[in-house]
């Protein structure tokens, strides 16, 4: 657990204004000693210091919290200012002014967006001052809320910095623990599949390699969708206008490898996309896949693709059962299917990762369907 006063005094090193405000105190109001101070139930700590007195209190310095007036400031969160302790009938008997031997004094609490209080903006002199005025009372009030905004803006930045590697952690240690088992899966068929086998085993070792591709779909989806939602959305790497046929003819051919017997007809154009290239052939194979497990299986699957105006058209159709309107409206958000049937249920992820690629693209996706196909279509900007 990190040091109170270390964290403290970090928080308001940080806060370039600290040392202005400060300054701007002690030239306003004539006083020798300013100070920002963590104020807990039993600690007071100095957190950003100007001492022109020789008071003795640097960065992480600490007095004890019963001898201060700050800690009544703690309980009752109201600006105290005392222009002469001698004359003054509450302070001139009070135990903090006879410890420290200070005659004026000025603090202000600093409270947090959440109202808690963090702790105070405080000064003192040995010699009495004229401070009791509107402008000065306002000042430190504004001052105060000053140092309260950057101390919350300061707290949240170290809270998403903080989060922000435990997402990166999260998403790493899950991509190492589920690419590990399915790489040991992968390589033992691979081998079974260089052996002599009967006819039964190796419809099982095919089978198993069936699997072992569809988990890594999976796991790319699960990966992806972690980094969307944790991260703050699907990150493209945007090239050159580059040529997207070969790979989306890659990812077709792969597709149709793992799925034999599904015929899957292309119509793909020679245009050149500003792209991520990787990322659009997981566009087109998540599409695919879409289609291979929801559409008829003696249907053909089209895939086209082309320029047309100033979009870069893709377009995957296969034939089925229409999707309802009512599931229609939410296809594209996680874990929504068109249908559920046995053996096809997967979780959900495809479209809306094929939907996340889409928009970090700049463009669009949408969905027909009716008793006689069922039609997907992107349009990506041709910039």
Not at 157 to 175: C, S, T, Y
Not at 206 to 232: C, H, K, Q, T, Y
Request: with cysteine.
């Amino acid at each position: 657990m990190p040091d109170l006063a270390a964290e403290s005094v970090d928080i308001v090193s940080r806060i370039d204004a600290v040392p202005k405000v400060l300054d701007v105190v002690c030239r306003v109001t004539g006083m020798g000693f300013a100070a920002v101070a963590r104020v807990t139930e039993s600690r007071w700590i100095a957190c950003g210091v100007l001492d022109k007195i020789n008071f003795g209190l640097v960065p992480g310095g600490e007095l004890a919290i019963e001898t201060t007036i700050c800690n009544e400031i703690r309980d009752h969160r109201e600006l105290v200012i005392v222009e002469n302790v001698a004359e003054d009938p509450k302070f001139r008997a009070h135990h903090t002014p006879l410890q420290y031997g200070f005659q004026s004094y000025i603090s202000a609490p600093i409270l947090l967006s959440d109202g808690s209080f963090f702790g105070t903006l405080c000064a003192i002199d040995p010699a009495p001052n004229k401070i009791d005025t509107p402008a000065i009372v306002e000042m430190f009030r504004l001052f105060a809320e000053l140092i309260g905004f950057h101390v919350d803006a300061r707290r949240q930045m170290e809270q998403d910095r903080h989060a922000n590697e435990l997402r990166e952690q999260f998403i790493a240690v899950l991509g190492h623990d589920l690419r590990n088992p399915l790489a040991s899966i992968d390589a033992g068929t691979r081998m079974l599949a260089r052996t002599d086998l009967s006819d039964k085993s190796k419809t099982v070792v095919e089978l198993m390699r069936a699997s072992v591709v569809r988990m890594s779909g999976l796991i790319d989806n699960v990966l992806d969708f972690a980094r969307g939602r944790l991260g703050g959305g699907l990150a493209v790497e945007q090239a050159e206008r580059v040529p997207l046929r070969p790979v989306l003819e890659h990812v077709v051919a792969e597709l149709s490898i793992a799925n034999p017997g599904r015929p899957i007809e292309t119509d793909f154009s020679d245009c050149l996309v500003r792209c991520d290239e990787g990322r659009m052939g997981q566009l087109v194979s998540n599409l695919v896949a879409n289609a291979l497990t929801h559409g008829n299986d003696d249907s053909p699957i089209r895939v086209r693709t082309a320029e047309v105006g100033r979009e870069f058209i893709v377009s995957v159709t296969n034939s089925g059962k229409p999707i309802p309107q009512a599931v229609q409206r939410d296809l594209f958000k996680p874990f929504v299917r068109a249908t559920v049937e046995h053996g096809r249920e997967g979780l959900g992820l495809g479209l809306y990762i094929a939907s996340e690629i889409v928009k970090a693209h700049g463009g669009t996706i949408d969905v027909t369907s009716n008793e006689a196909e069922t039609c997907f279509t992107c349009r990506i900007p041709l910039r």
